[in-house]
């Protein structure tokens, strides 16, 4: 009986071991080749939605800003009128005329030099056989001069002063006519003599140019003052006086 006891008693520690080994499972144990390294979890963006750099604003620029406006004071009418006051002087009448006309007005002078300076025998008009005489029977003659004007376009106006030979402007004035351009320019004519007026002095000077304004001309006397003179200047209606 007791045998019997211990038999069974056996048994049932034997099947009651065998439940138990089958009910235990083992615990899991993670492999270090197998951990994640990754310590932090990091986030990252769906692609297309990565994380730009701070946008910078950009501020479009102003309309340029222009320099600011200078008034400018309108000219009146005489402002940047050029004039110039080209004479011919045989015996320094018309000289002193001409420069009356420049110094009132400002003006630049220029005086028709000939390369062969008129001699006393030369302007003896009782002489058939004087220079003078010589050149003004003869409608072409073109007596050379010396020297020129310094850029003659840069002029708006021009007083042309002369002495009158036999009714005339000395041939010397037509070779100073002929050699420049005065197209577009005013020119007045002034002469002096011992009594003759311009007559068609100023006329046949202007059949010489092409384009040119000509003022009706006046006979000036070289004993004239400047301020008479400059009263037939302001006359004119040119409004170039001081």
Not at 4 to 21: D, H, K, Y
Not at 84 to 94: I, N
Not at 221 to 237: H, I, P, R
């Amino acid at each position: 009986m007791k045998k019997f006891a211990a038999l069974l008693l056996t048994l049932l520690m034997a099947v009651s071991l065998v439940a138990c080994a089958g009910n235990s499972t083992p615990a899991k144990t993670s492999s270090p080749d197998t951990e994640s390294s990754v310590s932090e979890e990091t986030s990252v963006p769906e692609s297309g939605a990565a994380e730009s750099e701070p946008e910078t604003e950009v501020t479009q620029p102003a309309e340029e800003e222009s320099e600011p406006e200078t008034e400018v004071t309108q000219p009146d009418e005489t402002e940047g009128t050029k004039v110039l006051v080209a004479y011919f002087s045989a015996t320094g009448t018309t000289k002193g005329v001409a420069e009356h006309i420049a110094n009132g007005l400002n003006a630049d002078l220029y005086e028709i030099v000939p390369e062969e300076p008129y001699t006393d025998a030369d302007l003896n008009y009782n002489d058939n056989n004087s220079r003078t005489t010589i050149e003004m029977n003869d409608p072409s003659a073109r007596p050379a001069i010396s020297g020129s004007v310094d850029n003659m376009d840069q002029y708006d106006i021009v007083f042309l002063g002369y002495p009158i030979w036999w009714g005339e402007a000395p041939r010397i004035v037509s070779t100073f006519m002929e050699s420049y351009d005065f197209s577009g320019k005013t020119i007045v004519p002034f002469c002096t003599s011992g009594g003759s007026g311009v007559g068609s002095s100023a006329a046949n000077l202007e059949q010489l140019t092409s384009g040119a304004t000509w003022l009706d001309g006046r006979r000036l006397n070289g004993s004239d003052s400047q301020d008479a003179v400059m009263e037939w200047v302001n006359s004119l209606g040119l409004n170039l006086g001081e």
